[in-house]
């Protein structure tokens, strides 16, 4: 089956920009997404179509996209950024997958 | 305002039945996909599947197809997920969410969560 592969942890000082990178064969034709998980609470999407950012997330969270593999980058971390953060894409049938999930320490 | 409401926390034996729901309500439920989404204890994100209430067209996972029935009663706005006989693995906190975006074949996406209903099943 289809898997999103992504580092289990990253981690940076505040004020560092942390880089959360997620490969997968299927994304040079699948759009990928990227969502926040603090614990305790449901998912948030803070990235769409690869790079768009929702209204209401901060313009330091951004995202891109090369052959095989997206990447989330966060800009001048803060305190209140670390969480575990989450890849989602589909493969070539449609079918929709999460990546493992990265856990992002601020230190 | 978008929101999700799911059903209450369940505690049931391995065996047993159940159908869990969620509640849209602040937008036109019929015409948004809405999905499923498993987390299990201290575990990651999977997908199992989504439904589009005006027509009841589902999509499965293929990890969960024949597992779960995902339905929708779009006269109540009313996502519901069950189970003929639940197992222990079934244990998780499981989310519905609504799609913001998505075609045939494509990644779509989910854009707002309901606040979760967590499962337990044990003997």
Redesign the interface.
């Known amino acids: 089956?289809y898997e999103l592969t992504q580092p289990p942890s990253v981690s940076v000082s505040p004020g560092q920009t942390a880089r959360i990178a997620c490969s997968g064969d299927a994304l040079p034709k699948?759009?990928?997404?990227w969502?926040q998980?603090k614990p305790g609470q449901?998912?948030?999407?803070v990235i769409?179509?690869d790079s768009e950012r929702?209204s209401g997330i901060p313009e330091r969270f951004s995202g891109s996209s090369s052959g095989t593999i997206v990447t989330l980058t966060v800009s001048g971390v803060q305190a209140e950024d670390e969480a575990?953060y989450?890849c989602?894409?589909?493969d070539s049938?449609?079918?929709?997958?999460?990546?493992?999930?990265t856990k992002l320490t601020v230190l | 305002e978008v929101q999700l409401v799911q059903s209450g926390a369940e505690v049931k034996k391995p065996g047993e039945s159940l159908k869990i729901s969620c509640k849209g309500s602040g937008y036109s439920f019929s015409t948004y996909w809405i999905g499923w989404v498993r987390q299990m204890p201290g575990k990651g994100l999977e997908w199992m599947g989504i439904i589009y209430p005006g027509d009841s067209d589902t999509r499965y996972s293929p990890s969960f197809q024949g597992q779960v029935t995902i339905s929708a009663d779009k006269s109540i706005s009313t996502a519901y997920l069950q189970w003929s006989s639940l197992k222990a693995s079934d244990t998780a906190l499981y989310y519905c969410a609504r799609v913001g975006g998505y075609s045939h074949g494509s990644a779509g996406y989910f854009d707002y969560w309901g606040q979760g209903t967590l499962v337990t099943v044990s003997s």
């Open positions: 089956s699948q759009y990928a997404y969502y998980q449901a998912p948030v999407v769409y179509k929702p575990e989450y989602q894409s589909a049938s449609g079918t929709w997958v999460f990546g493992g999930g």
